[in-house]
């Protein structure tokens, strides 16, 4: 899903398998009004970022180029990189990268589950600007340093395998030669179980957009072809399934 200039809105429930880059990705190229506002919440995301080789591309949430929001609940599966925020210093391949609306942009409760080291190096990449949260799983406070400043290098080891979120059918961990092989669902089942260590540590207390006032006032349509096809608050459990049967669907 990537998001362009004068977008506004929300991605929430949704489940993303083997996605090639990142799953939604907000940018405001260009410094266009309505500035790109979005809210990525309670997604549900397996295995993405595999296809991209250049270090820092790839992985779940991506908030870049003026972009602004935020990021809560979501539920992210040995993706190759955790949420990324471009900040002043960041860079890809030593390619620079235009910067996020840091000063817009929030976040609380992100889970990530690793079986790789790499991908445990990149909870929070190396180089950008996203900021650790006390909320977040696993709690930033067991595996980063006591100095840690966004971007930094870290060793992840201490949170391999750790937090499995216990679906109904899909075996973690995951061997890392297999990672990235995942591109569809199958016979696979991401609803979480009753003792899911996901289960009621979502956020609640943020708001979808439902409108935005500035240089031009946007109310945000309800409607299945030129708007949002609803506006879901957050869920209590993080990801995109709800053990009380709302959130996604299938």
Known sequence: MNIKSGSVGNFAYNLIVGAATNGP????????DPQTNFMFYNNTMVECGYRRIATGRGGSTNFEEGSRGGYYNNLMINCKYGPRVVAATANYAGNALVVADTANIKCGNNYNYVDDLASANQIYPTGFGQKPQPTDIPAPSSFLPANYKPGAVYDGTAVLHLNNPKFVN??????????GDVSFVGTADFHLTATSP???????????LTSITGYYDIIVPVDPNFGSSEITPPGKDIGAFQLDGTGNKH
């Open 25 to 32: 990705k907000a940018s405001n190229n260009g410094g266009k």
């Open 170 to 179: 899909y075996t973690l961990p995951r061997t890392t030669a297999n990672l």
């Open 198 to 208: 996901a289960a009621g540590k979502g956020n609640t207390s943020f708001l979808p």
